[in-house]
């Protein structure tokens, strides 16, 4: 099973500064199968960037994806006020498809 | 554009079984897979099983000895049965679409579209 680590576990910013999220995996991740979610307080993860680099449907480009094999970067280039959240990654192996997600990181206001 | 809503009993007793309803609309059933998430209180997401359409399973070993996950087709539901419950399985479920993308020779599978969750407790 493939174990994801994020990096760091808090990130304290003020909005317009640019935040990097690491994910890190055990093992490399089958076709670039990684997943980045947002969550806010008592809302359901909304899907951000699929496929390690494509944007999900309405996702603003201030928020992009990068990496492959074992490491990837989620990028929010100028925080906006309502950016403030966790984020979770999240691989797929996929033969067959089985999921595991990181463990999160906070982005919470400086 | 598709929804899906969660439903169920918000208090099971240990021991017994939690048994969850998910109703997808608004869009093809046929053409995704389906799963359950999880996440107790104050911590992260753990992902419990799908079925697809055509009902095969695949779980999370984690928990796969107590988790049945079916599809009904005809009222384009998901139901997910977790046997056996303690206080570790309260939790926030959600169900999510995972979509099945091919992307020139690479498929990719996320969840892209959640319900809202619905909070089960674990209580005698």
């Known amino acids: 099973e493939i174990v994801l680590t994020q990096s760091p576990g808090t990130l304290s910013l003020s909005p317009g500064e640019r935040a990097t999220l690491s994910c890190r995996a055990s093992?490399?991740?089958?076709?670039?199968?990684l997943a980045w979610f947002q969550q806010k307080p008592g809302q359901a993860p909304r899907l951000l960037i699929y496929?390690?680099?494509n944007r999900a449907t309405g996702i603003p480009d201030r928020f992009s994806g990068s990496g492959s094999g074992t490491d990837f970067t989620l990028t929010i280039s100028r925080l906006e006020p309502e950016d403030f959240a966790v984020y979770y990654c999240?691989?797929?192996?996929?033969?067959?498809?089985?999921?595991?997600f990181g463990p999160g990181t906070k982005v919470d206001i400086k | 554009q598709v929804q899906l809503q969660e439903s169920g009993p918000g208090l099971v007793k240990p021991s017994e079984t939690l048994s969850l309803t998910c109703t997808v609309s608004?869009?093809?059933?046929?053409?995704?897979?389906w799963s359950w998430i999880r996440q107790p209180p104050g911590q992260g997401l753990e992902w419990i099983g799908y079925?697809?359409?055509?009902?095969?399973?695949n779980y999370n070993d984690s928990i796969k000895s107590r988790v049945t996950i079916s599809v009904d087709r005809s009222k384009n539901q998901v139901s997910l049965n977790v046997k056996s419950v303690t206080a570790a399985d309260t939790a926030v479920y959600f169900c999510?679409?995972?979509?099945?993308?091919?992307?020139?020779?690479?498929?990719?599978?996320?969840?892209?579209?959640w319900g809202k969750g619905t909070t089960v407790s674990v209580s005698s």
């Open positions: 999510a679409r995972v979509k099945v993308a091919l992307y020139g020779e690479v498929i990719y599978y996320y969840m892209d579209v």
């Open positions: 608004g869009g093809s059933f046929s053409s995704a897979y």
């Open positions: 079925v697809t359409y055509s009902g095969n399973t």
């Open positions: 093992q490399s991740v089958t076709s670039g199968n």
């Open positions: 496929g390690a680099s």
């Open positions: 999240q691989q797929c192996d996929i033969s067959p498809p089985k999921f595991t």
